[in-house]
């Protein structure tokens, strides 16, 4: 089945470096549907992809994608390491604040030493600030949510953070059954050479129609319009010009209602863009097209 013919096939070989194919990556991702081609584009940079063409054949839809790299390929990552044994260990607790014991030591606050003895020796990581906390110490209980760090000298202020590892002495499940991998994920060695994995928190998504209007007839949308989106957060603009030469310009923008779904415009303009903005860290799957509530109406 031709997925590209006069979808993408033009201005992908356009585009298309062919003196550098051997840039030219072919990849599935191993956490979806889509698959992904990175190719150095005639504008990019010598010895790196620029570009990717990303297709998904259950959604039947193809969206480019800026990213820069030297090699592209799944790959797993070790599911479990020593250090992240401190965070799963029975009796791991989160730092709440550390400040001088008025003695120069540094006490550690935390929600409760119950699980806590005196004369542990204690491990403690992350701490920002009080960096001089992070390391392993004996410990003296002072109070229900206290700990002193023998040993330890006071200089730097707490700012956030931090973990008093938990007791492996205690850990009931064998290490044994941990699984060596996770499930294999896309990633690539960038520009830097540095391995990076296409993870982290959501990127701001936007989405913007074709222009609506006609020279001979003024649109006015009278509510708004509906972004298809399952999105929590939603922001939704109108663009607006009188005239084919004329700039078009921006309008305000407004939430989504969480009842009705719309985001509430009131335009009265010749031609007009209507755009749907996703916040960046907002989790959401889909944003597929706007329903705009407008009508049309004859000349003035």
Same mark, same amino acid.
């Given at each position: 089945?031709?997925? &590209?013919r006069e979808?993408?096939d033009?201005?992908?070989?356009?585009?298309?470096d062919?003196?550098?194919?051997? *840039?030219?990556?072919?990849?599935?991702?191993?956490?979806?549907s889509?698959?992904m081609w990175?190719?150095?584009?005639?504008?990019g940079?010598?010895?790196?992809?620029?570009?990717?063409?990303?297709?998904?054949?259950?959604?039947? @839809?193809? #969206?480019?994608?800026?990213?820069?790299?030297?090699?592209?390929?799944?790959?797993? $990552?070790?599911?479990l390491t020593l250090?992240?044994?401190?965070a799963?260990?029975? &009796?791991?607790?989160a730092?709440?604040?550390?400040a001088?014991?008025?003695?120069g030591?540094?006490?550690i606050?935390v929600?409760?030493?119950? *699980?806590?003895?005196?004369? $542990?020796?204690a491990?403690?990581s992350k701490?920002?600030?009080?960096?001089?906390?992070?390391?392993?110490?004996y410990i003296?209980?002072?109070?229900?949510?206290?700990?002193?760090?023998?040993?330890?000298?006071?200089?730097?202020?707490?700012?956030?953070? &931090?973990l008093v590892? &938990?007791?492996?002495?205690?850990?009931?499940q #064998?290490?044994?059954?941990?699984?060596?991998?996770?499930?294999?994920?896309?990633?690539?060695?960038?520009?830097?050479? *540095?391995? #990076?994995f296409?993870?982290?928190?959501?990127?701001?998504?936007?989405? $913007?129609?074709?222009? $609506?209007?006609?020279?001979?007839?003024?649109? @006015?949308?009278?509510?708004?319009?509906?972004?298809?989106?399952?999105?929590?957060?939603?922001?939704?603009?109108?663009?607006?010009r009188e005239?084919?030469q004329?700039?078009a310009?921006?309008?305000s923008?407004?939430?989504?209602?969480?009842v009705?779904?719309?985001?509430?415009?009131?335009?009265?303009?010749?031609?007009?863009?209507?755009?749907?903005?996703?916040?960046?860290?907002?989790?959401?799957?889909?944003?597929?097209g706007v329903e705009?509530?407008?009508?049309?109406?004859?000349?003035r």
């Amino acid at each position: 089945m031709p997925i &590209g013919r006069e979808r993408v096939d033009r201005t992908f070989f356009s585009d298309l470096d062919v003196a550098n194919l051997q *840039l030219f990556q072919g990849m599935v991702d191993p956490r979806s549907s889509r698959v992904m081609w990175a190719y150095k584009s005639i504008s990019g940079v010598a010895g790196q992809f620029d570009k990717l063409l990303c297709y998904d054949p259950v959604l039947d @839809k193809f #969206s480019p994608i800026r990213a820069a790299g030297e090699c592209l390929l799944p790959l797993s $990552q070790p599911s479990l390491t020593l250090e992240a044994l401190d965070a799963i260990a029975p &009796g791991a607790m989160a730092v709440l604040g550390a400040a001088n014991n008025g003695a120069g030591l540094v006490r550690i606050q935390v929600a409760s030493t119950a *699980l806590l003895f005196e004369g $542990q020796y204690a491990s403690l990581s992350k701490i920002v600030g009080t960096t001089e906390a992070n390391g392993n110490f004996y410990i003296t209980i002072i109070d229900a949510t206290h700990f002193d760090l023998i040993g330890s000298a006071f200089v730097h202020a707490y700012v956030s953070g &931090g973990l008093v590892a &938990g007791q492996l002495d205690l850990m009931a499940q #064998s290490l044994d059954s941990f699984l060596p991998a996770i499930v294999p994920e896309l990633a690539a060695f960038d520009p830097g050479h *540095l391995l #990076s994995f296409f993870r982290g928190p959501s990127l701001e998504a936007t989405l $913007q129609t074709a222009e $609506q209007g006609t020279d001979g007839r003024r649109i @006015k949308i009278r509510n708004g319009f509906r972004p298809v989106t399952d999105a929590p957060a939603v922001f939704g603009s109108c663009s607006r010009r009188e005239s084919l030469q004329a700039p078009a310009a921006a309008g305000s923008e407004s939430p989504i209602n969480p009842v009705t779904g719309i985001c509430n415009q009131l335009v009265d303009t010749r031609y007009s863009r209507f755009k749907a903005r996703v916040p960046a860290g907002t989790v959401w799957t889909y944003i597929n097209g706007v329903e705009p509530d407008m009508i049309a109406t004859g000349k003035r």
